[in-house]
C-alpha cells in the first residue's frame, strides 16, 4: 500500500523558491510543443546555440556527386564530428548505420533531376516514414520568383502542417532558380517567407553584403549552406562571417566532402561554429590534420 502511506503532511514543496520558467534558446521556438522543442534541441547545441549539419542528400537530383559516389566511405568516417545528418531517406537505410547517434534531417522533397527544371519539386516522402526512421526534421525547397514557386510553397506547407502534427520541425531550404539574383534583398525575402508560413528553421546562402539584414528579418534560425567547393580557408571565413552576421549554424556538404582533408575541415568548422574562432586560427585545425594524413 505504498500509495496510501505517501498521503501526510510535512512534504518538501520548496514553497520560497520560485518556479524556474525557461525561455527556449533556439529563436522562435518558445511557443512550440515539447516534442518539437526536444528536436530542435538536438539540432541545436546547447552551448553554443548553433548546430554543424553535415549535408549529403545531393544525390536526390545529382545522382553520385562528386565526393558522394559512396557515402560509406565518404560519409560514414564523419559521423562522429558532426551534429547533425542531413540527407535522404535512401541515403540513411543504405549508409548510415543505426547507432551512430545523430539527429537525421530528412530531405523529403524529390521528383526532378540536373536534367530538368529544378523547381519542380514534390513531397517525396510521407510523414509516416519521417517518423519511422525517426527524423529530428523534414525538409523541402522553396523556389521564390522561379517557374514552380506555388508548387514549391505547396510543399512547404504540406510538410509543415504533417511536421507540426506530430512535433517534427521542418526546415525550407532556400533553393535558388536558374536566374535569380544571389543577394540579400532575395534572401531576406525568401527566408521570411518560410518562417512566415511556419517553417521552424531556415536554410539560405550566406551572401556578402547584407547578410546580417537576413538573419535580422527571420525569426526562426537561419543555417547557411555552403555552396560549391571553395578553398578551405574561403569557406571557414565565410562560415566565420555568417555566425558572426547571426547565423545559427552551418549545413554544409561540399567544402567538407570534397575537401582533401573531410575531418580536419569539419573540425574546423565546429571551431568557428561552436567555438567562434577566427578563421586563421581555425584553418589550423585543417592544415595539421591534413599533414598527419601524410
Ligand atoms: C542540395 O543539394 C542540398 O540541399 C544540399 O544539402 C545543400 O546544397 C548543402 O550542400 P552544399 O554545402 O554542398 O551546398
Redesign the pocket.
Known amino acids: 500500500m505504498a500509495d496510501l502511506d505517501d498521503v501526510k503532511e510535512g512534504k518538501n514543496f520548496a514553497a520560497e523558491i520560485p518556479m524556474e520558467v525557461r525561455a527556449s534558446a533556439i529563436r522562435g521556438a518558445n511557443a512550440l510543443d515539447w516534442g518539437m522543442q526536444d528536436r530542435l534541441s538536438r539540432i541545436f547545441q546547447a552551448g553554443s546555440g548553433h548546430t554543424v549539419m553535415l549535408?549529403f542528400?545531393?544525390g536526390y537530383f545529382q545522382g553520385p556527386a562528386t565526393g558522394l559516389e559512396r557515402l560509406d566511405l565518404s560519409i560514414r568516417p564523419l559521423i562522429p564530428y558532426t551534429d547533425v545528418l542531413?540527407c535522404t531517406r535512401g541515403g540513411l537505410r543504405a549508409t548510415i548505420p543505426t547507432d551512430s547517434r545523430k539527429p537525421v534531417v530528412l530531405r523529403c522533397s524529390g521528383g526532378m533531376s540536373v536534367l530538368t527544371e529544378l523547381s519542380n519539386e514534390l513531397v517525396a516522402v510521407d510523414i509516416e516514414d519521417a517518423i519511422r526512421v525517426n527524423a529530428a526534421a523534414i525538409t523541402t525547397n522553396v523556389y521564390i520568383g522561379a517557374e514552380y514557386e506555388h508548387q514549391s510553397l505547396a510543399n512547404l506547407v504540406k510538410l509543415i502542417d504533417t511536421g507540426n502534427r506530430y512535433g517534427i520541425p521542418t526546415m525550407a531550404?532556400t533553393g535558388v532558380g536558374k536566374n535569380m539574383a544571389r543577394d540579400a534583398r532575395y534572401f531576406g525575402l525568401a527566408t521570411r517567407i518560410c518562417a512566415e508560413i511556419g517553417a521552424q528553421i531556415v536554410k539560405s546562402y550566406f551572401v556578402d553584403d547584407g547578410f546580417e539584414k537576413v538573419c535580422a528579418g527571420c525569426p526562426v534560425p537561419i543555417v547557411i549552406?555552403?555552396?560549391k567547393k571553395l578553398p578551405e580557408m574561403e569557406a571557414l571565413q565565410m562560415a566565420y562571417h555568417a555566425i558572426d552576421q547571426g547565423a545559427a549554424g552551418v549545413?554544409?556538404?561540399?567544402?567538407i566532402f570534397q575537401s582533401d582533408c573531410p575531418i580536419g575541415m569539419i573540425e574546423a568548422v565546429r571551431a568557428v561554429v561552436h567555438g567562434g574562432e577566427k578563421p586563421e586560427k581555425a584553418i589550423e585545425i585543417y592544415s595539421s590534420a591534413k599533414a598527419a594524413l601524410h
Not at 251 to 255: A, H, I, S, T, V
Request: glycine fraction near 24%.
Open positions: 549535408a542528400d545531393h542531413m531550404v549552406a555552403g555552396g549545413d554544409m556538404g561540399r567544402n
